[in-house]
């Protein structure tokens, strides 16, 4: 019984990893944009679609792949920004967020024209044997993925914290019109965040499909859903809150899915989720009190 | 008229009642990821009340409009103080809830011999009242629209009174309206069962037209796509969810001229639609126009 919890913690961990990073991409465009980029999981699934295709065409190695998946991520991010999201701006935040919807129509039928199939293998990170210790399982793949998302939160918040152009990502995020008086080129800030959330988004995508084995164009929604309960889950806006988030909704899931098995898992996050929203916490719920969230 | 264009139609007016049920919300200022569930709590409910307990349709109808209302009540009673996204993804959580609670939903009769009603993931088959019952498409399309004039007349009236600028008023600027005394939260809840009985109307149609409903068929999609269709169409007037799925389910359903591509261009074509007119085609500066123009006094 405490082996079971104990191995549910560890595989709640182990995709709560991938989630905390796509919960992190979409809080980097949050926080500065004050808008839901709902093409977010598309354009990851545009990046892995484009590494599948390399892998069917050129057999290509996995850092090929994973540097592939990355661009065409950012690819679609910047194409994603020019169309819905710069002209949108000052403007309406509903219609940049049905103008991300319309290109997420793009995406997946751009990807099952050219690779039509349902379901596509991607290579896996580790074929050997999981490991054992204890009684308890570890996927070497699933180590690998919680050992990049260590180093890359740690890269992310090196570059939040300590460099300049960090100081004017957080400058925007709190407060868009005061960045601007003090200097900041918040236009730039907004397209270079686009293109770092993207990028982190494809490094995300890149792992889930790598130990998953395999790609559907289900993917664009399920990274979008996983991406946005998880960002709620960490309290909206905060990048410390989108990590968590994303462990929490790993654990939840994990836990819930032993407990009550397959069917009532997602129905236990969902429900969590609505239950917290409506309990509105202070700290879920500060960004409303500051300024308007819409 | 053939089967098709017929099929087309009625899918048109069926999916309005969606968009209608999206647009009421946009203009008390939430915007809601969730319509579906309401739209799939009309469905279920009417398709067990016909199907299993021989309702007739019209007072399935009416009950399954009170259920969906209820059920918006339920979602928005905690909710709805809620602003922008944090209402939008409570929403989103609730339909997602309602629509994996259908999936566990079993509940089957047996109906002259054969097990008929909900039956979790594999849908619920066999809701064919308007076949038992003699309705030929036509006259179901008939009833959609009729249902639809209806609905549609309400709102037009409820726009050009008092009531229609306290609406736009509560979304434009809740903190003023409370300040003119209208009691925001209570509005606002009255808005939302009516929108959730709209959208459960849709649904005991769109059940009794398919006959065959399933969860999948009111996941986070279906939402999305109402709330596109509210916006496309225009936030101006009535008319313009109706507007938003004409063009969607009309033009793209029906022409097969752009094949395997349809999505791309389409999805392109709103990205720049949107940019030009980020309130819609019908937007409210448009809809003045219009109505000053055509009502001039000599």
């Known amino acids: ?165 960090g100081l004017a990502v957080r400058a925007t995020i709190e407060n868009p019109v005061a960045a601007g008086l003090s200097g900041i080129d918040t236009g730039q800030v907004f397209v270079r965040v686009f293109a770092l959330a993207s990028a982190i988004g494809g490094i995300a995508g890149f792992l889930i499909v790598a130990t998953h084995g395999q790609l559907t164009p289900m993917l664009g929604m399920w990274s979008t859903l996983k991406g946005l309960l998880a960002m709620m889950l960490g309290g909206l806006g905060s990048l410390p809150g989108a990590v968590l988030g994303g462990l929490a909704l790993g654990l939840i899931e994990a836990h819930s899915q032993w407990f009550l098995g397959p069917q009532l898992r997602d129905l236990t996050a969902y429900l969590l989720l609505f239950a917290l929203l409506a309990a509105n916490p202070a700290w879920m719920t500060r960004w409303t009190t500051s300024r308007s969230a819409s | 008229m053939d089967d098709f264009t017929l099929g087309v139609l009625t899918n048109i007016g069926l999916f309005s009642f969606l968009a209608l049920s999206a647009y009421l919300l946009l203009l008390a200022g939430e915007m809601s990821f969730g319509q579906q569930a309401f739209f799939g709590v009309g469905a279920y409910s009417g398709g067990v009340l016909t199907a299993l307990y021989g309702v007739p349709l019209p007072l399935a109808g009416l009950a399954a409009m009170l259920l969906g209302a209820l059920a918006a009540l339920l979602v928005g009673l905690p909710t709805l103080r809620l602003r922008g996204l944090y209402f939008a993804m409570a929403t989103l959580a609730a339909a997602e809830v309602a629509r994996l609670l259908f999936e566990l939903f079993r509940f089957q009769r047996e109906i002259d011999g054969e097990l008929t009603g909900p039956d979790g993931t594999q849908g619920f088959r066999g809701i064919r009242w308007i076949f038992e019952h003699g309705v030929e498409p036509a006259e179901f399309l008939l009833l959609v629209y009729g249902l639809l004039a209806l609905a549609l007349a309400a709102l037009m009236i409820v726009e050009r009174s008092r009531l229609g600028t306290v609406l736009r008023s509560v979304g434009e600027d809740p903190g003023l309206a409370a300040s003119l005394g209208v009691d925001v939260n209570r509005f606002k809840l009255g808005v939302a069962a009516c929108a959730g009985a709209l959208a459960a109307l849709g649904g005991v149609l769109f059940a009794h037209h398919n006959s065959y409903i399933e969860p999948r068929n009111f996941d986070i999609m279906l939402g999305v796509h109402s709330l596109a269709y509210a916006l496309i169409g225009g936030l101006g007037t009535a008319l313009g969810p109706l507007l938003g799925v004409t063009l969607d389910i009309g033009l793209l359903e029906s022409s097969r001229v752009f094949g395997g591509t349809r999505m791309i261009v389409f999805g392109g074509l709103v990205a720049v639609l949107l940019i030009v007119r980020p309130r819609g085609l019908l937007d409210e500066q448009l809809v003045h126009r219009i109505v000053r123009h055509s009502f001039k006094r000599p």
Not at chain 1, 32 to 59: D, E, K
Not at chain 1, 116 to 133: I, S
Not at chain 1, 140 to 151: H, M, N, S
Not at chain 1, 158 to 163: D, N, T
Request: glycine letters at 8%.
């Open chain 1, 1 to 165: 019984m405490l082996l079971d919890l104990l191995q549910n913690t560890i595989d709640g961990i182990a995709s709560g990893a991938s989630y905390a990073l796509l919960a992190v991409g979409f809080t980097l465009i949050f926080g500065v944009l004050r808008r839901v980029n709902l093409s977010f999981g598309p354009g990851i699934m545009f990046g892995c679609y484009a590494a599948t295709w390399m892998h069917l065409n050129f057999q290509s190695g996995l850092i090929v792949l994973a540097l592939v998946a990355v661009a065409g991520a950012v690819l679609a991010g910047a194409y994603v920004e020019r169309l819905c999201f710069a002209p949108h701006r000052s403007g309406s935040a509903i219609a940049a967020m049905v103008a991300s919807f319309a290109l997420w129509m793009q995406f997946e039928e751009l990807v099952t024209l050219v690779l039509p199939r349902h379901v596509y293998a991607f290579p896996t990170l580790h074929e050997g044997a999981p490991l054992e210790f204890a009684g308890l399982t570890l996927r070497p793949d699933t180590l690998a993925v919680l050992g990049a998302a260590v180093v890359l939160c740690a890269l992310l918040h090196r570059l939040l914290y300590r460099s300049r152009f």
